[in-house]
């Protein structure tokens, strides 16, 4: 069964220094999203993407925060200049263009020090 | 915009007993609506959902959810738990214009032997 996959599994940074969340998608899906969740709380949406731009952000996704499908098959969430704050489980999602539901992949454990 | 309660951080059952794990919901239109399951360090996964049709929707490892318009609720149930039903429990939903999806604050569900 295709699923969503993500790398790295756990990214341990420095704070103040870029990071790239990488995501593959199922393959025939359009629609792709990213979801931050702190310390198994609350899964809080991010940003989704449509058609190679961004169809909808939260009051989270600030200019630190960009996405990029930078070919066919990856969805990539880079934050410019991290924070301790941003320390949590990124997950990536996507969706198929007649599906409702969206699937989820295992995850990034991001880590700030 | 849409948003999601789930009033109980933790429902305890034991083994053999039916479950329900409570959902209400808030849109402007009509929703649509999700659960999702995340077992520890895990990826969330589908569980099930409603978009129209019959109130009472069957999803995966036997569980089902009923939705009811009047009381804006979509509740998770069981008729007989598993001690491997343990888990966290998402309930999520969207309207009809919006591409993204809003996540209840989770339910944590212990079910002992």
């Known amino acids: 069964e295709p699923e969503v996959t993500q790398t790295p599994s756990h990214q341990v940074t420095q704070m103040g220094q870029e990071v790239i969340l990488r995501c593959v998608p199922i393959?025939?899906?359009?629609?792709f999203y990213w979801y931050r969740q702190i310390l198994g709380q609350k899964v809080e949406f991010l940003v989704s993407?449509?058609?190679?731009?961004?169809?909808?952000k939260s009051e989270i996704f600030d200019d630190q925060f960009s996405v990029e499908r930078p070919d066919g098959s990856n969805f990539t969430l880079k934050i410019r200049s991290t924070k301790l704050e941003d320390s949590a489980m990124y997950f990536c999602?996507?969706?198929?263009?007649?599906?409702?539901?969206?699937?989820f992949g295992p995850g990034t454990r991001l880590t700030v020090t | 915009a849409q948003s999601v309660a789930q009033p109980e951080d933790q429902v305890n059952v034991a083994e053999g007993n039916p479950l329900t794990v409570k959902c209400t919901y808030s849109?402007?239109?009509?929703?649509?609506l999700f659960w999702y399951v995340q077992y520890p360090n895990r990826g969330l996964q589908f569980l099930l959902k409603?978009?129209?049709?019959?109130?009472l929707v069957k999803g995966s490892y036997g569980f089902e959810a009923e939705f009811n318009k009047s009381q804006t609720s979509f509740h998770l149930k069981k008729p007989s738990a598993l001690v491997s039903d343990s888990a966290l429990y998402f309930c999520?939903?969207?309207?009809?214009?919006?591409?993204?999806?809003?996540f209840g604050a989770g339910t944590r569900l212990t079910v002992k032997p």
């Open positions: 393959s025939n899906h359009l629609y």
């Open positions: 409603y978009i129209t049709g019959d109130n």
């Open positions: 993407f449509y058609n190679n731009e961004i169809s909808e």
């Open positions: 999602a996507s969706r198929g263009t007649l599906a409702y539901e969206q699937y």
């Open positions: 999520a939903v969207r309207d009809l214009t919006d591409n993204d999806m809003r």
């Open positions: 849109v402007s239109g009509n929703p649509y």
